[in-house]
């Protein structure tokens, strides 16, 4: 139990992390991933080396520091970290190691002058208040998805049962369970967790499930990475006919139940989760959908001709796409050339502002539109991001 003066403990380590918390959490990560081997597969070394694993949880335990007291003001913080704890199917023994290298680093990296047994006493109990949290989600959250029709816990056996490339770089792979069962259905805009063994390694990822949910089959669409451990393996490994562990849908970045107007803008691989949101918001007929895409060039282009089907098909569906440059090559005309402009948007957006917007692509993509939304009248909390990767915030 987390006393008033431990709080107020934590609340004063708050300038420490302010200044040093993406190098204790470094320090944090190397220290357990090298103790406890066992936890590396959790873990995406990429993130580790760019940074961006021990950005997006020193951000979230700075937010926690600043908020002990009033747990409310995190927001949708917890949700999204239990949605990726249950896609990579975390578990309750996974916290004890997580919570004693973290002590440990706060004791290394702060020195015992600051990170007295007050200090480290306070920072336990914060830990343990936070685990429990998680925990009892992620709990819920597993028997929910157990119980559901379709719904398993675990990792469940599936066969490709086909392959299909979709541009120059994403390739989707269509993976029906080995049981022959039914699937649970996702919502629109989740995503999975995928287990692999590569070289004798075990790795786990997430990657968005791109077309809406049938209750027989899931679909992933999956861009090569350059020196992507995972993405590569399934571009050059994976063949129809090859079986792969699957861990439940998990994720809340999905539609809401309003009647407003829906925009979704997508960058590169960023359409695959939009994709499977226009589809479903596009079948139940109820609200126009704006839709607007952005990649490098035709040849990278995902999805072109489901686009062009869709602009024949539904007359509430309005699309729009920009390459970063055309080439002799392109499969479809473009309706602009050039980077992300707030004049696309003006020219593209309804008249009406009052919609909800949902955006994803590359870190510096969603910073731009998240400004460029915010300038042009979407209402903030209208308008929705979702990361690939590990979290962080948009400036």
């Not at 992620?138 to 490709?160: C, H, K, L, Q």
């Not at 489901?306 to 699309?319: G, M, N, S, T, V």
């Amino acid at each position: 139990m987390l006393t008033s003066a431990q709080r107020n403990i934590i609340k004063a380590t708050v300038p420490v992390l302010e200044t040093g918390g993406e190098a204790l959490i470094t320090h944090f990560y190397r220290l357990m991933l090298d103790t406890y081997p066992q936890v590396r597969p959790l873990f995406n070394e990429a993130h580790q080396v760019n940074g961006a694993q021990p950005r997006a949880l020193a951000n979230g335990v700075l937010m926690y520091a600043r908020n002990i007291d009033k747990l409310e003001n995190l927001g949708e913080l917890a949700g999204r970290i239990i949605n990726k704890h249950v896609s990579l199917q975390i578990l309750p023994e996974h916290y004890p190691i997580v919570g004693t290298c973290l002590l440990q680093a706060i004791r290394e990296v702060l020195g015992t002058a600051v990170a007295t047994d007050e200090v480290i006493a306070a920072w336990a109990a914060a830990y343990q208040q936070l685990a429990d949290i998680l925990i009892e989600g992620e709990a819920n959250a597993y028997d929910a998805i157990a119980a559901a029709p379709g719904g398993w816990r675990g990792a469940r056996s599936f066969r490709v049962a086909s392959k299909e490339v979709e541009s120059a770089e994403i390739t989707s792979f269509y993976l029906v369970p080995t049981d022959s069962q039914p699937v649970i259905k996702h919502a629109a805009g989740q995503y999975i967790g995928l287990r692999l063994m590569i070289d004798g390694q075990e790795v786990r990822r997430n990657y968005s499930l791109s077309e809406q949910a049938n209750g027989v089959h899931y679909r992933i669409s999956v861009k090569r990475e350059a020196g992507g451990v995972a993405s590569t393996y399934l571009h050059d490994h994976v063949e129809e006919g090859s079986l792969l562990e699957l861990f439940p849908p998990a994720g809340n970045f999905t539609l809401n139940d309003q009647a407003r107007p829906l925009v979704f803008i997508s960058g590169g691989v960023g359409i695959t989760p939009t994709l499977a949101m226009a589809a479903e918001a596009l079948e139940a007929g109820l609200r126009p959908v704006t839709f607007i895409h952005y990649a490098r060039n035709g040849q990278v282009h995902g999805f072109s001709q489901l686009l062009q089907a869709w602009r024949q098909r539904y007359p509430q569906f309005q699309c729009h796409v920009v390459y970063g440059q055309a080439t002799d090559r392109d499969a479809c005309t473009p309706d602009a050339i050039g980077m992300p402009s707030v004049a696309h948007l003006e020219a593209w957006l309804p008249a009406d502002r009052d919609v909800d917007a949902y955006f994803l692509g590359p870190t510096p993509f969603m910073e731009f539109m998240k400004n460029a939304l915010h300038d042009l009248g979407v209402p903030d909390p209208q308008a929705r991001h979702e990361f690939f990767g590990p979290a962080q915030a948009l400036a």
